[in-house]
């Protein structure tokens, strides 16, 4: 068994600034509601020929030059996403061409905002299994170009960035514990579909675009997340005292505020990144933990736990330590 930490850390957002201004322009909304409701100030629509694949591979760039050292030997690429640049061929196969990577293996994860949690635990574990030395995690996302602009219950909230992370092996243990979880049965409260019109018997809009039951995730992500969080933290005998940082999945500064509520976890230690990127998905997590990197509020020895959920309903979390 070997142990794994990150060794790396980069991200990148894209440069159309959409602020709340402009989404008062097309639906009957407000600032003060959008703020009051979501936290969100400002997020980042990609340009029209800009992919995610395109968004994935500005933040490789940008990780590798914090990095410092040749990229050519990562072994395998896993993006987490739901906006695929298309089904076929996958975003992990085109970043690895568009990176020149030659000995790699490329790979997509479709776990929505819980993306990047499953591609942490899948890092860790392929090095831990040591059939891998160096692994590419990215979180990226073009989430206004599936949003429904018409529809002002969501498209004020979603945003579009990539964030990525180095995964190797280390001498010291950096990763502590995990979990993983799925409730199929909410898969019609947060879906995208143009093929089904019904998920778990209920009737769903398949236009291609986002679709969210806001109130029911709301409901369902503030009532299971802190509780698989105690559980992860129970899986590495440590208590939410031991944790520096806490980086759930930022769908809504609200949501973040409850889930550190009912830990009795300070909010100065919650990392997010809802407030100048609005809802970005899979990349909200190594969005936030850069920001919290590059500000110098994460210092080597920090503790933290990283907590992904969403559309699914699926969830997946790891508890480790900052070792950069
Ligand atoms: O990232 C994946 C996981 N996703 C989540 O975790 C998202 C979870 N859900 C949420 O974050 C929140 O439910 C939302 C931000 C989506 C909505 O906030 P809410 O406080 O739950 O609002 P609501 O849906 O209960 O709607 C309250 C009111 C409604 O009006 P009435 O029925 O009270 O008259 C809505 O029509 O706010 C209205 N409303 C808006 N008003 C102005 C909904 N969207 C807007 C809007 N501007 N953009």
Same mark, same amino acid.
């Given at each position: 068994?070997?142990?794994?930490?990150i060794?790396a850390i980069?991200?990148?957002?894209p440069?159309?600034?959409?602020? *709340?201004?402009?989404f008062?322009?097309?639906v009957?909304?407000?600032?003060?509601w959008?703020?009051?409701?979501t936290?969100?100030?400002?997020?980042?629509?990609?340009a029209e020929?800009?992919?995610?694949?395109?968004? !994935?591979v500005?933040a490789?760039?940008?990780?590798a030059?914090g990095?410092g050292? @040749?990229?050519?030997d990562v @072994?395998?690429?896993l993006?987490?996403?739901?906006?695929?640049?298309?089904?076929m061929p996958s975003?992990?196969? +085109?970043?690895?061409f568009k &990176?020149?990577l /030659?000995?790699?293996?490329a790979?997509?994860?479709?776990?929505? !905002?819980?993306?990047?949690?499953y591609?942490?635990?899948?890092?860790?574990?392929?090095i831990?299994?040591?059939?891998?030395?160096?692994i590419?995690v990215?979180?990226?996302?073009t989430?206004?170009?599936?949003t429904?602009y018409?529809?002002r219950t969501?498209c004020?909230?979603f945003?579009?960035?990539?964030?990525a992370v &180095?995964i190797?092996?280390?001498?010291?243990?950096c990763?502590?514990?995990?979990?993983?979880?799925? /409730?199929g049965?909410?898969?019609? @409260?947060?879906?995208?579909?143009?093929?089904?019109?019904c998920? *778990?018997?209920?009737?769903?809009?398949?236009?291609?675009?986002?679709?969210? *039951?806001?109130?029911?995730v709301?409901?369902?992500?503030?009532?299971t997340?802190p509780?698989? =969080?105690?559980?992860m933290l129970?899986?590495?005998?440590?208590? =939410?005292k031991?944790?520096?940082?806490l =980086?759930?999945?930022?769908?809504?500064?609200?949501?973040?505020?409850?889930?550190?509520?009912?830990?009795?976890?300070?909010?100065e230690?919650v990392l997010e990144?809802i407030v100048n990127?609005? *809802?970005t998905s899979?990349?909200?997590?190594?969005m936030?933990?850069? +920001?919290?990197v590059?500000?110098?509020?994460?210092?080597?020895?920090?503790?933290m736990?990283?907590?992904g959920?969403?559309?699914? &309903?699926?969830?997946a979390?790891?508890?480790l330590?900052? @070792?950069?």
């Open positions: 068994m070997s142990y794994a930490r060794t980069g991200s990148y957002a440069e159309r600034l959409a602020d *709340n201004a402009y008062e322009s097309i009957e909304t407000s600032d003060e959008i703020q009051s409701r936290g969100i100030k400002k997020r980042y629509f990609s020929n800009e992919y995610t694949s395109d968004l !994935c500005a490789a760039k940008n990780l030059e990095y050292k @040749d990229l050519s @072994d395998m690429i993006v987490a996403s739901v906006t695929p640049d298309q089904i975003i992990a196969t +085109q970043v690895q &990176l020149g /030659e000995n790699t293996g790979l997509d994860v479709n776990a929505a !905002c819980a993306g990047f949690g591609g942490m635990v899948l890092a860790q574990g392929l831990a299994a040591g059939s891998h030395k160096k590419l990215i979180g990226g996302e989430l206004s170009k599936v429904d018409s529809d969501t004020v909230l945003g579009d960035a990539a964030g &180095l190797e092996p280390s001498d010291t243990q990763f502590f514990s995990n979990i993983t979880g799925a /409730e049965s909410g898969g019609q @409260d947060l879906y995208m579909t143009s093929k089904h019109d998920i *778990n018997g209920e009737t769903v809009n398949a236009n291609g675009m986002i679709h969210q *039951n806001g109130r029911r709301f409901k369902w992500a503030v009532t997340m509780v698989k =969080i105690r559980e129970a899986k590495a005998n440590m208590d =939410i031991d944790i520096d940082w =980086i759930p999945h930022s769908a809504n500064m609200r949501i973040l505020e409850v889930i550190a509520n009912n830990l009795e976890f300070p909010m230690r990144s990127f609005g *809802n899979s990349a909200t997590i190594p936030a933990l850069h +920001q919290g590059k500000n110098g509020q994460v210092k080597k020895g920090d503790k736990v990283l907590m959920f969403g559309g699914g &309903l699926a969830y979390g790891v508890v330590q900052w @070792d950069l």
